[in-house]
């Protein structure tokens, strides 16, 4: 009997092992997207350094996000002002109109209307740089500087570089004569920093109206690295969805009086232990259900071995892909929601017990999960605890739909990138963050975000924070890029 039980044991083993063998061989990369005919970007007369002087002008415009509705707009009419004489042709040849005081739409019309245009976005604002921080940079965050080869200040990535790269691209080829055949819409939000409720979102609400549906949009949100995390080496991650995010508000409600009689649970204590609960609540983290599993067969060649095989066989190695990645932030937002504990108050004296207590719970929510089931559940854990409350704040955002990676735009997208930075594949990603092109997601076929510069784990650093600068060479190749976007894209 034994022996046939190890007999059976041993020939399940070599099933197994047969089976994780083959599905790790078999785990390739997808076959490149269909050969998208595009120009040598090289073959553009471009001159990076002239656009690198325009880039530091647009810079020094402190447009800043407005908050209220006393500041002052002085500084975005005047980059409007700017942009209109550095770039005539581009202003001669699309039509202008501002859309919620501030932002801009574009519209070069192409001579096909049957064909679904392309949505360019990018934002004019640019977040503040707090007094407290300003003695630690080591040029004037507006001045924009050109130095070391690079244009310094804030908005330099985020994102007057793709603003101006979009436009000195248009002017190239309008000054050239150039007229598109599908017709190119240009999106410049100037609130993207504070939600876009004023812009982006006023802007997508008329393009609806007016029945357009784009063939794609394309935003900032995601780049190349010059090290993925998972191989060590060059790689381009366009972002084909973004996370949503909403705040859950605890309330705790408890017997006020004087701490020197405390009952068993007071308004601050059940709120602590009510936002324990529901921080510590099971998330669903694994590849399937977002960009993950794609990203990591599209990097498959890259892969060493043991990493494809834990990839490849997520049911037998899943716990131990997820404790390995547990202490990546990254990689935990990438592969399931967020949970963070953010703000907490309650009670006023040391000595006197509140009558409530109010704790703020963000969450960044992964495409496979809905927020009415993330409160559904965050209530269940904290069902049993008396005088507490959970709801959102206020309305949750959710996730951006998928778009494809087998569509005709991402292969556009992918050409255009393999051209630009040819050591660095193409692979989809999750944007952690929030852009403009959540809403535009009603107008367009696929919604895309990407910027086509190779940042450094030191880069990355930069946006909304000290030093932001972008480098010369990545100027002149977004402008090459969005170039070749649009003559490729707009113009055969």
Same mark, same amino acid.
């Given at each position: 009997?034994? #022996?046939?039980?190890?007999?059976?044991?041993? $020939?399940?083993?070599?099933?197994?092992?047969? +089976?994780?063998?083959?599905?790790? /061989?078999? +785990?390739?990369?997808?076959?490149?997207?269909?050969?998208?005919?595009?120009?040598?970007?090289?073959?553009?007369?471009?001159?990076?350094?002239?656009?690198?002087?325009?880039?530091?002008?647009?810079?020094?415009?402190?447009?800043?996000?407005?908050?209220?509705?006393?500041?002052?707009?002085?500084?975005?009419?005047? /980059?409007?002002?700017?942009?209109?004489?550095?770039?005539?042709?581009?202003? @001669?040849?699309?039509?202008?109109?501002?859309?919620?005081?501030?932002?801009?739409?574009?519209?070069?019309?192409?001579?096909?209307?049957?064909?679904?245009?392309?949505?360019?976005?990018?934002?004019?604002?640019?977040?503040?740089?707090?007094?407290?921080?300003?003695?630690?940079?080591?040029?004037?965050?507006?001045?924009?500087?050109? *130095?070391?080869?690079?244009?310094?200040?804030?908005?330099?990535?985020?994102?007057?570089?793709?603003?101006?790269?979009?436009?000195?691209?248009?002017? +190239?080829?309008?000054?050239?004569?150039?007229?598109?055949? =599908?017709?190119?819409?240009?999106?410049?939000?100037?609130?993207?920093?504070?939600?876009?409720?004023?812009?982006?979102?006023?802007?997508?609400?008329?393009?609806?109206?007016?029945?357009?549906?784009?063939?794609?949009?394309?935003?900032?949100?995601?780049?190349?690295?010059?090290?993925?995390?998972?191989?060590?080496?060059?790689?381009?991650?366009?972002?084909?969805?973004?996370?949503?995010?909403?705040?859950? *508000?605890?309330?705790?409600?408890?017997?006020?009086?004087?701490?020197?009689?405390?009952?068993?649970?007071?308004?601050?204590?059940?709120?602590?232990?009510?936002?324990? =609960?529901?921080?510590?609540?099971?998330?669903?983290?694994?590849?399937?259900?977002?960009? $993950?599993?794609?990203?990591?067969?599209?990097?498959?060649?890259?892969?060493?071995?043991?990493? *494809?095989?834990?990839?490849?066989?997520?049911?037998? +190695?899943?716990?131990?892909?997820?404790?390995?990645?547990?202490?990546?932030?990254?990689?935990?937002?990438?592969?399931?929601?967020?949970?963070?504990?953010?703000?907490?108050?309650?009670?006023?004296?040391?000595?006197?017990?509140?009558?409530?207590?109010?704790?703020?719970?963000?969450?960044?929510?992964?495409?496979?999960?809905?927020?009415?089931?993330?409160?559904?559940?965050?209530?269940?854990?904290?069902?049993?605890?008396?005088?507490?409350?959970?709801?959102?704040?206020?309305?949750?955002?959710?996730?951006?739909?998928?778009?494809?990676?087998?569509?005709?735009?991402? $292969?556009?997208?992918?050409?255009?990138?393999?051209?630009?930075?040819?050591?660095?594949?193409?692979?989809?990603?999750?944007?952690?963050?929030?852009?403009?092109?959540?809403?535009?997601?009603?107008?367009?076929?696929?919604?895309? *975000?990407?910027?086509?510069?190779?940042?450094?784990?030191?880069?990355?650093?930069?946006?909304?924070?000290?030093?932001?600068?972008?480098?010369?060479?990545?100027?002149? #190749?977004?402008?090459? /890029?969005?170039?070749?976007?649009?003559?490729?894209? @707009?113009?055969?």
């Amino acid at each position: 009997m034994i #022996r046939l039980i190890l007999a059976g044991l041993g $020939a399940l083993l070599i099933a197994v092992v047969g +089976f994780v063998g083959f599905r790790t /061989f078999s +785990f390739v990369a997808p076959p490149p997207p269909a050969a998208v005919e595009i120009a040598e970007s090289s073959s553009y007369a471009v001159d990076a350094s002239a656009a690198a002087v325009r880039l530091g002008e647009a810079i020094r415009f402190r447009t800043v996000s407005l908050v209220s509705d006393g500041e002052d707009r002085a500084q975005f009419e005047q /980059f409007h002002a700017w942009m209109q004489q550095r770039y005539p042709a581009f202003h @001669a040849a699309a039509r202008r109109e501002i859309v919620g005081e501030l932002s801009l739409l574009y519209t070069w019309t192409g001579s096909d209307a049957a064909q679904p245009p392309i949505i360019l976005l990018a934002h004019q604002d640019v977040v503040p740089v707090p007094d407290d921080t300003r003695q630690n940079w080591t040029v004037d965050p507006f001045g924009g500087l050109v *130095r070391d080869n690079a244009v310094w200040g804030r908005g330099a990535i985020d994102d007057k570089g793709s603003l101006i790269s979009i436009i000195e691209a248009a002017e +190239f080829l309008a000054r050239q004569g150039r007229q598109p055949v =599908r017709t190119i819409i240009f999106a410049f939000g100037h609130d993207e920093e504070i939600g876009g409720d004023g812009g982006a979102v006023l802007m997508a609400r008329l393009l609806a109206e007016r029945g357009v549906r784009a063939w794609f949009v394309l935003d900032e949100g995601m780049a190349a690295l010059d090290r993925h995390p998972l191989t060590g080496a060059p790689a381009a991650m366009i972002g084909i969805s973004e996370r949503g995010s909403g705040t859950m *508000r605890v309330r705790a409600v408890g017997q006020p009086g004087h701490s020197s009689m405390p009952p068993r649970e007071t308004a601050v204590s059940l709120a602590a232990e009510a936002v324990n =609960r529901i921080h510590d609540m099971p998330i669903e983290r694994g590849l399937e259900g977002g960009p $993950a599993l794609g990203m990591m067969r599209a990097l498959a060649p890259e892969l060493t071995l043991t990493n *494809r095989m834990a990839v490849s066989n997520e049911w037998l +190695f899943g716990p131990m892909l997820r404790q390995r990645m547990a202490g990546n932030p990254a990689a935990q937002a990438l592969m399931g929601t967020t949970i963070a504990p953010t703000m907490i108050n309650g009670g006023s004296r040391p000595n006197v017990l509140p009558g409530e207590a109010i704790a703020m719970i963000n969450f960044r929510i992964h495409p496979r999960d809905q927020s009415a089931d993330l409160l559904r559940r965050a209530r269940q854990a904290v069902a049993d605890l008396d005088g507490v409350t959970v709801d959102w704040s206020e309305e949750p955002r959710e996730a951006s739909s998928i778009s494809s990676t087998t569509s005709s735009s991402y $292969a556009l997208l992918a050409a255009l990138s393999g051209d630009i930075l040819p050591d660095a594949p193409v692979a989809p990603g999750l944007v952690l963050a929030g852009t403009d092109s959540r809403h535009y997601s009603e107008v367009a076929e696929n919604v895309y *975000r990407y910027q086509p510069i190779m940042l450094t784990a030191e880069d990355l650093e930069m946006p909304h924070g000290l030093n932001e600068r972008i480098s010369v060479d990545n100027l002149d #190749r977004m402008i090459r /890029f969005y170039i070749g976007l649009m003559e490729a894209g @707009a113009m055969q």
